[in-house]
């Protein structure tokens, strides 16, 4: 049986540009505020309508610290809608920060590299074997690290949108499920969806995996309809209204 652990309590301060917890032994978690990423770390100015705005052209200078590589600013450059861009730079920024306090080797932050296996799991290039997993929504982006090999992880990180209901209900659950969500509220249903991505993280398929495969039922972790032994799931609201898995 799939173990569901106790909530996590990770008191978080939604304010906060970074913070970095412990939320069991053998893992560690960067929680990014993205407005306050804005304000502190970009020497350009990006407002609040980032959502809807064009790319930008980024270089090394529009950093007030060089945490991105050459490669990466190729990369940011050449997402095309600026939520993009700036989603992906605050899922490196918190990822970042775990390598400069708990990698082995710890190069320059932009020469500190993150690269993807077939499926899409991150790792670091420098520590390969330790997992890596990166997830990131609206205001926030959030990175955990495995210390050890064989802490493998994966997380999720979704804002509660209630007007998003019944497009998720029908996208990423299954029948049984739905019956058993019919009389939940919002934050069940996206705590229980972003467990489901955290298993697929977990399992490093991400986007190769319906998740109408995967269900979340009587907290327990079903692929197939098999229950998925030896798991942990965490959950939590650790900003209002937004849930976090980590499957570990």
């Known amino acids: 049986m799939t173990l569901s652990a106790p909530p ?16 069991v032994p053998g893992y560690r978690l960067a929680f990014v505020s993205i407005p306050r990423l804005l304000e502190t770390c970009l020497v350009i100015s990006v407002g609040p309508s980032f959502r809807t705005a064009p790319p930008l052209v980024f270089d090394n200078d529009a950093f007030c610290e060089s945490f991105l590589s050459p490669d990466e600013i190729g990369i940011v450059n050449g997402f095309k809608a600026l939520k993009k861009q700036v989603e992906w730079i605050a899922g490196r920024y918190a990822a970042k ?5 708990f990698l082995t080797a710890q190069p320059p932050l932009d020469s500190t590299r993150i690269a993807y296996r077939t499926k899409g799991a991150p790792y670091f290039t420098s520590d390969p074997s330790l997992p890596l997993s990166i997830s990131h929504s609206w205001d926030y982006a959030v990175a955990g690290l495995g210390l050890a090999p064989a802490r493998v992880l994966g997380l999720d ?17 299954s029948g049984r499920e739905m019956d058993d ?7 069940e ?11 697929l993280k977990y399992i490093g398929m991400g986007f190769h995996e319906s998740l109408k495969r995967i269900e979340i039922l009587q907290h327990t972790i079903f692929h197939d309809a098999r229950p998925v032994p030896s798991l942990t799931l965490h959950s939590h609201l650790p900003f209002p209204a937004y849930a976090f898995s980590m499957v570990c």
């Open 181 to 187: 969500l019919q009389n939940k509220d919002n934050r």
């Open 8 to 23: 996590l309590s990770l008191r978080l301060d939604p304010a906060a540009l970074i913070s970095i917890r412990r939320p």
């Open 97 to 101: 920060q775990l390598a400069r306090q």
């Open 157 to 173: 990180l979704e804002k509660i949108r209630p007007d998003s209901r019944n497009t998720i209900l029908q996208t990423a659950f």
């Open 189 to 199: 249903l996206f705590l229980r969806w972003t467990a489901k991505e955290a298993y």
